[in-house]
RNA sequence: GCCGAAGUGGUGGAAUUGGCAGACGCGCCGGACUCAAAAUCCGGUGAUGGCGACAUCGUGCGGGUUCAAGUCCCGCCUUCGGCACCA
């Protein structure tokens, strides 16, 4: 069989007779399969969108067979800075290079033969579809979840631009190696952290990977504690979060952020200096870097004081990088004797360390100890446990209106706004005298304008084009100037497995209605690197279109699959630099996408991945070409009638327990084990073929060969259409039945049990199927093997787990 | 630094969750077919010792629990991902 030819057929008859269109009429009976889409960054597909298409698409066809009407759409994430980046260097424009990209990959996926029903297709970077965008972004800003406010940036002090943190190398600029400092800029915000607490709890119900649900707990990071007001001796005041508010009378200092709003009030003129000295230098620090748990924790003195409301006491007030503004209050009391970051700062700066916290049961409670324990030096607390005198504190405090029981989030509002070029222009109008006006939806899309100079230079690109900058308040008429920031190309993603089933509409970005019955997504294949943004924002996306009365349902994806990744021969990951990238173009126009596709499936644990390894591949066209021998020859010899039934009956257990466990496997995404397990069943039928030669019976071997090409079809679609063919079947084996496994076939009169004694394997046995515990160890006992190998000692013991082992216990 | 996952023959990877370690392949060795080669078909293949039946060892390292451990517990090592002092 020529692969490459029967591929080039069977397309064509897929695309001709539009056998993977969706038929919306079967709706009750859909399964959504999505992959997610792809970045149009190269011009080629690479062996990681094969992984990732190829094995899914087989899990769709799977489905398909199994009688389920399969929406499985493609296309792709295409604005983004990649593009932009490619045009400040080559002058291409982004538009151009990202449909061009779009034209050749798209050719690409239609040339693997994947079901992708094309009807449905997206691209991010059309009006036809920003315009969406752009509508959702005004339904969350009518409900007060879109907001701006000042936020600090990645600021070239050289280019004069913003960079993405991918831009900062080692705390500098990668295009001029200037320093990068962080500047505040007035951007646009989504509230994410309005649904904290649903995102986490809705956790609980998903099917998706543990160690992801993990990472997203953990991203939005709840914890539960209380604030505790700290008054000034300059009137003012400030609070801090703390989860231990046991050991608040344990206070020796307090450190805000540099970036507090406070501190400048607050320093004293003898500090002044230091303490602008210190801001300064934060400024250039990067978060990460400040962040970093190898840098010794740094601070100043403010030479203020405040009032430990709990005692008393008088502490003074630091400042210090390691206390991060966006996180709490920006701000922390520092109790050195209960928490190590603590202890260290007052060890260097010389700070008082006073212990308020035992351990309970007297064990070494050296300092700092940061267990829970019992309470001492703490006032009308001493004695308490830590549970009890950290809600007997909050209360206390708060009765005084000194603090509260709060809940404090990792989790912060995310932000959308780019000073990009190539992205979803925002739909706000400024307007001197109305202030933020929203584009009315029925002038929607604000179209990006296509001849705008993109080069960095201190300005949002879209700020040079002063015809779209131009433009006339919707409220008052008067000239007004549009927003000249772009969407995060997250915000894009975030809602398009809600396009796809309503592609083409041009009056809604979906109709509620259908929608609702379409979603949520069945299955939903990723990579794990999606883990926390994607995946989190799409979810705050469809609570928060929920709440706007668009959706009536929680969660967009039920369950969820991550791929692995594939790795270049080396073991490293692919990349251009290292020059250990696979192409597997070479390989397809050699062997056909059909094989490939399996190799990827057999060779690899697809949620594993790992390295690139070629051998396999050609081991896979031999399979291939044995199945096809075989099914040539069982056609051949279908009206031989001979018939030896024990071997039949032993042929038909094994096609039996090969659909069971190849359905399983596929279920779970295990595909290297079914394509193992057709694998045994394709030996099976040649052993019956071998030993049976004088006794074939035709009708039953061609019977078991059409399951063979049935099974086999989710794995090598066109070849199993023309095994089909040649089986005589009418087209197409995509609209055959999947074989479903008939139990009694499974029903054994015997079977083999291993006979250890003393745990060591010695002999193997063969019980009836109705044996009892008692008759399968009287069968084991008789055995010569285990007769000489227990001898004159006695059994002790006697283990019989059925179906598996006898283990005697001899002394 | 913290969290997570992984570590199994020459090699890619299996192992119903505590029950015959190495399924299925690749590679290698041998046989059949062939004038020959390729292809195909068949058989073998963890290590060590032994002519042999067989014995001993063996899932990163060291301990432990158990009749039984790749799987569970304790302590390490290595690799890969993720997160960044979370108050």
């Keep these: 069989m020529d692969f490459i030819e029967v591929e080039r057929k069977w397309q064509k008859k897929w695309s001709d007779t539009r056998l993977y269109s969706f038929d919306k009429s079967k709706v009750d009976h859909k399964k959504y399969v999505l992959e997610m889409f792809s970045y149009p960054s190269g011009a080629k597909l690479h062996a990681g969108h094969w992984y990732n298409y190829g094995p899914s698409d087989s899990y769709?066809?799977?489905?398909?067979?199994?009688?389920?009407?399969?929406?499985?759409?493609?296309?792709?994430?295409?604005?983004?800075?990649?593009?932009?980046?490619?045009?400040?260097?080559?002058?291409?424009h982004p538009q151009d290079s990202t449909l061009k990209n779009i034209d050749t990959m798209e050719k690409q996926l239609r040339a693997m033969g994947a079901s992708f029903d094309w009807d449905y297709e997206i691209k991010t970077c059309m009006p036809d579809y920003y315009r969406w965008t752009q509508w959702i972004f005004l339904q969350l800003y009518r409900k007060g979840l879109a907001y701006r406010k000042q936020a600090p940036v990645n600021w070239c002090t050289s280019c004069n631009t913003v960079l993405a943190n991918e831009q900062v190398v080692?705390?500098?600029?990668?295009?001029?190696?200037?320093?990068?400092?962080?500047k505040n800029l007035t951007q646009w915000f989504f509230k994410i952290t309005d649904y904290a607490e649903e995102l986490l709890q809705g956790l609980d119900k998903l099917d998706w990977p543990e160690k992801t649900k993990a990472m997203q707990r953990h991203w939005i990071g709840k914890s539960t504690g209380g604030e505790i007001r700290f008054a000034c001796e300059n009137g003012e005041s400030f609070s801090v979060f703390t989860t231990r508010a046991d050991t608040a009378y344990g206070v020796s200092y307090v450190v805000l952020a540099p970036e507090h709003p406070l501190v400048g009030r607050l320093v004293t003129d003898d500090c002044r200096a230091a303490v602008q000295a210190y801001q300064t230098e934060c400024a250039k620090t990067s978060e990460i870097e400040r962040l970093s748990t190898t840098r010794e924790k740094t601070?100043?003195?403010?030479?203020?004081?405040?009032?430990n409301p709990v005692n008393g006491k008088r502490v003074p007030i630091w400042i210090g990088d390691y206390v991060l503004a966006s996180y709490g209050t920006g701000a922390v009391m520092g109790v050195p004797a209960h928490d190590e970051r603590d202890y260290d700062f007052a060890l260097r700066y010389d700070l008082p360390i006073t212990r308020v916290v035992r351990a309970a049961d007297g064990s070494n409670d050296a300092l700092p100890y940061t267990q829970y324990g019992v309470l001492v030096n703490s006032g009308a607390c001493d004695g308490m446990t830590s549970e009890q005198a950290k809600t007997a504190i909050v209360q206390t405090l708060a009765e005084r209106g000194d603090g509260k029981a709060t809940t404090n989030y990792r989790l912060r509002d995310w932000l959308i706004s780019r000073q990009r070029y190539w992205g979803c222009p925002i739909p706000i109008v400024h307007c001197d005298h109305c202030g933020e006006v929203p584009v009315p939806e029925d002038q929607l899309p604000v179209q990006l304008p296509y001849d705008v100079d993109f080069t960095p230079d201190g300005k949002s690109p879209l700020l040079k084009s002063e015809a779209f900058m131009q433009t006339t308040c919707p409220k008052c008429g008067r000239p007004a100037r549009r927003d000249p920031d772009t969407l995060d190309t997250f915000v894009c993603s975030s809602w398009y497995y809600l396009r796809y089933p309503d592609a083409h509409n041009d009056k809604q970005a979906f109709d509620?209605?259908?929608?609702?019955?379409?979603?949520?997504?069945?299955?939903?294949?990723?990579?794990?690197e999606h883990a926390c943004m994607h995946l989190l924002y799409a979810r705050f996306f469809t609570k928060a279109l929920r709440d706007l009365g668009y959706l009536d349902f929680d969660e967009p994806f039920l369950s969820l699959v991550h791929q692995g990744t594939?790795?270049?021969?080396?073991?490293?990951?692919?990349?251009?630099?290292?020059?250990?990238?696979?192409?597997?173009d070479d390989y397809i126009s050699k062997h056909g996408s059909d094989a490939f596709r399996m190799y990827l499936m057999f060779g690899f644990s697809y949620i594993e991945g790992g390295p690139w390894?070629?051998?396999?591949?050609?081991?896979?066209?031999?399979?291939l070409e044995r199945v096809e021998r075989f099914v040539v020859r069982a056609v051949k010899d279908k009206d031989k009638s001979g018939s030896y039934e024990a071997a039949e009956k032993e042929l038909d257990y094994v096609r039996h327990s090969t659909i069971k466990r190849v359905t399983e496997d596929v279920q779970a995404f295990s595909f290297n084990t079914a394509i193992a397990r057709l694998m045994e069943y394709v030996n099976a039928l040649y052993q019956y073929d071998r030993d049976r030669a004088d006794a074939y019976n035709g009708k039953f071997v061609y019977e078991c060969t059409d399951d063979l090409i049935l099974l086999l079809a989710?794995?090598?679609?066109?070849?199993?259409?023309?095994?089909?063919?040649?089986?005589?079947?009418?087209?197409?084996?995509?609209?055959r039945r999947y074989p479903t496994c008939d139990e009694t076939k499974l029903v054994k009169d015997s079977y083999e049990l291993?006979?250890?004694v003393n745990s060591r394997m010695k002999a193997k046995i063969v019980v009836p199927a109705q044996a009892d515990q008692a008759q399968i160890a009287q069968i084991a006992l008789a055995h010569p093997a285990i007769v000489q190998a227990i001898g004159a000692q006695t059994v002790r013991k006697t283990i019989v787990i059925p179906k598996r082992l006898v283990n005697l216990v001899v002394g």
């Design 60 to 92: 769709a066809r799977f489905l398909r067979m199994q009688g389920y009407e399969v929406f499985q759409p493609m296309g792709f994430d295409a604005f983004g800075l990649p593009a932009e980046n490619y045009a400040v260097k080559t002058g291409v």
């Design 170 to 182: 080692d705390g500098c600029c990668e295009r001029c190696g200037a320093t990068v400092v962080r």
């Design 299 to 307: 601070g100043v003195f403010t030479g203020a004081y405040c009032i």
């Design 512 to 528: 509620p209605q259908w929608i609702n019955r379409m979603l949520p997504v069945d299955k939903y294949i990723g990579g794990a």
């Design 566 to 584: 594939i790795l270049g021969p080396d073991g490293f990951k692919m990349s251009k630099s290292r020059g250990n990238v696979i192409s597997p």
């Design 613 to 623: 390894n070629t051998g396999a591949l050609d081991s896979i066209v031999k399979f």
């Design 714 to 735: 989710p794995f090598v679609p066109h070849i199993a259409e023309e095994l089909n063919e040649i089986a005589g079947n009418p087209y197409s084996v995509f609209q």
């Design 754 to 756: 291993a006979v250890q």
